[in-house]
């Protein structure tokens, strides 16, 4: 059974950084995307930012410049460095991974909060 198991949200002051990390594990398969989406409450989860098998990324444009996303294939983790967090970033972060057959699996959420 794949899991995902994000870790790193926490609290932060405006400006301050953090690194969110998401270890995939029960998979025998490589992993094709793999990204990070954000929900806050009353809101569609959107996508913040996704990093192809072979490292291509992409971004949201309200993240573009601040976050970076990365991934180690040999240890099934993907990861996000967050730098100059804002409270709009507030959201609970859920990793997110594309398996064989397109088959799309996510992790449990953890929760960023920055505060003003």
């Known amino acids: 059974q794949v899991q995902l198991v994000e870790s790193g949200g926490g609290l932060v002051q405006a400006g301050g950084s953090l690194r969110l990390s998401c270890a995939a594990s029960?998979?025998?398969?490589?992993?094709?995307?793999m990204g990070w989406y954000r929900q806050t409450p009353g809101k569609q989860r959107e996508s913040v930012a996704i990093?192809?098998?072979?490292?291509?990324?992409n971004y949201a444009g309200s993240v573009k410049g601040r976050f970076t996303i990365s991934r180690d294939n040999a240890k099934n983790t993907v990861y996000l460095q967050m730098n100059s967090l804002k409270p709009e970033d507030t959201a609970v972060y859920y990793c997110?991974?594309?398996?064989?057959?397109?088959?799309?699996?996510w992790g449990q959420g953890t929760q960023v909060t920055v505060l003003s």
């Open positions: 997110n991974a594309v398996g064989s057959r397109l088959r799309e699996y």
């Open positions: 029960g998979n025998s398969f490589s992993f094709h995307d």
């Open positions: 990093i192809t098998s072979g490292g291509s990324t």
